[in-house]
């Protein structure tokens, strides 16, 4: 029988998507009088996921480095460290005086999992970014205070102990190994399905913006460092970060995201909607407050015969919709149109402006917070929520694949022709990766 001391070692997992739940047999009657029965279990600790295609990140801000594992992926995938760099580059802080000052180059490494060839070869794929500008003592103050709606205080309330320099795993800094696993989940979704996921900012502040949401192009938004498509809005958006910047204050704003292209079919009814799991991981985001898809809450001022999106069948011999107040997901499953969902992101917490609030010591006192942090994250939080809009439906077609495409589609109901052949690849790169 083993003793608490080795039932926990044990459940220590090896490889970090291990999730376990296991009781320990309680002692016989003779063993266990005078003793206080514990049942010991050890629970996901929030660090990995997806069900298929499984994202663990680990690292915090002032540490050695930050990173991610993923497992899941598919062989034979091609991928390179340049296109992951390309979107750790787009999420990197210092890009302008607009984000945080930190300077990083944020330069990654695959450790593991893609071959000198450059494909996926089907185990765990590792990625690490190693922390160079690291300065701890800005943080002082917060050792003995806490930051208003910051996590400072519900990490001693759950753990009884934090990571005080950089806030530890609440620092954005967490969601490079997201942006870095949501490159790859990228390219699989548009090698294999032609799948776009496009991110913008929509509005800072009270700033709003007007994007033609089937036209806009990732040129277009990439063109200016509030990223937000709408020239005119982004120029005023900036302009009103940099104002707020000059206080000493944050402010907040909303990111729109886009998916083209996506395979109809994704997602699953009751628990495994597609929605409900977009949600999931998009309000997982640091200082992500609000989220939406299609019509979202103005939906909820309609009737019916305003809402409904009206079906037709395309001379190509695909069910459309005339609208997309649904925003691409219907019954919890996608239906082939734009997948259009919004994110809405509070400002940062960290201000250098007085406040009140709470020590450890249990005292009411005043903090005024040092650091380098961005005055609005939006701009920045663009390539996360792309990223995890692109893990999300990369875990769902993995699931897809399991359980609707092993038998033939030839005698399917649907009536939409392109449901049998929308998952038709393009092979050359396949026996391009078996030739190496």
């Not at 029988?1 to 309680?26: D, E, F, G, K, N």
């Not at 900036?238 to 206080?247: E, F, M, P, Q």
């Not at 898809?293 to 015969?305: E, N, Q, T, V």
């Amino acid at each position: 029988m083993m003793t608490s001391t080795q039932a926990s070692s044990c459940l220590l997992p090896s490889c970090p998507h291990t999730v376990s739940s296991r009781v320990l047999r309680r002692p016989a009657p003779q063993q266990r009088e005078g003793r206080r029965q514990v049942l010991t279990q050890a629970a996901a600790q929030g660090s990995t996921f997806g069900q298929l295609f499984r994202v663990t990140t680990y690292g915090t801000s002032h540490g050695l480095g930050v990173g991610c594992i993923v497992d899941g992926c598919p062989p034979r995938l091609p991928i390179s460290v340049e296109e992951i760099q390309g979107d750790l580059d787009r999420r990197r802080p210092g890009q302008s005086r607009i984000t945080t000052p930190r300077k990083e180059s944020d330069t990654c490494e695959i450790v593991s999992g893609v071959s000198s060839s450059g494909w996926t070869e089907g185990d765990p794929i590792h990625i690490t970014v190693p922390n160079a500008t690291q300065r701890s003592q800005d943080y002082a103050e917060m050792e003995v205070a806490y930051r208003p709606s910051h996590a400072d205080a519900t990490y001693d309330m759950k753990y009884g102990t934090r990571a005080v320099a950089g806030g530890g795993r609440a620092s954005a800094r967490e969601t490079i190994g997201r942006v870095a696993a949501g490159a790859i989940a990228k390219k699989l979704l548009k090698q294999v399905c032609g799948t776009e996921v496009l991110g913008y900012v929509s509005r800072v502040k009270d700033v709003g913006s007007n994007v033609d949401e089937d036209t806009v192009t990732s040129g277009q938004i990439e063109s200016n460092a509030v990223r937000c498509p709408d020239t005119d809005a982004a120029e005023q958006m900036y302009k009103v970060i940099d104002a707020i910047r000059k206080t000493g204050d944050s402010c907040g704003g909303e990111v729109t995201c886009i998916v083209r292209r996506c395979p109809k079919g994704l997602g699953a009814p009751v628990f495994g909607k597609l929605e409900a799991e977009l949600a999931g991981a998009l309000m997982s985001l640091p200082a992500s407050k609000g989220f939406e898809i299609g019509s979202g809450f103005a939906g909820s001022r309609l009737l019916g015969s305003e809402h409904n999106d009206e079906f037709y069948m395309a001379p190509d011999g695909q069910i459309r919709t005339r609208t997309n107040r649904s925003g691409g997901v219907q019954g919890g499953i996608s239906n082939g149109e734009n997948i259009v969902l919004r994110v809405a992101f509070k400002p940062t917490a960290t201000i250098s402006k007085n406040q009140k609030t709470v020590g450890r010591a249990g005292v009411d006192m005043e903090l005024r917070a040092r650091g380098r942090h961005d005055p609005c994250v939006v701009p920045r939080a663009v390539p996360m929520v792309e990223a995890m809009v692109a893990l999300v439906l990369a875990d769902h077609l993995l699931q897809h694949f399991a359980q609707c495409e092993l038998l033939p589609r030839q005698d399917s109901i649907s009536p939409d022709t392109s449901i049998a052949g929308q998952f038709k690849r393009d092979t050359s790169a396949l026996q391009q990766a078996a030739s190496h």
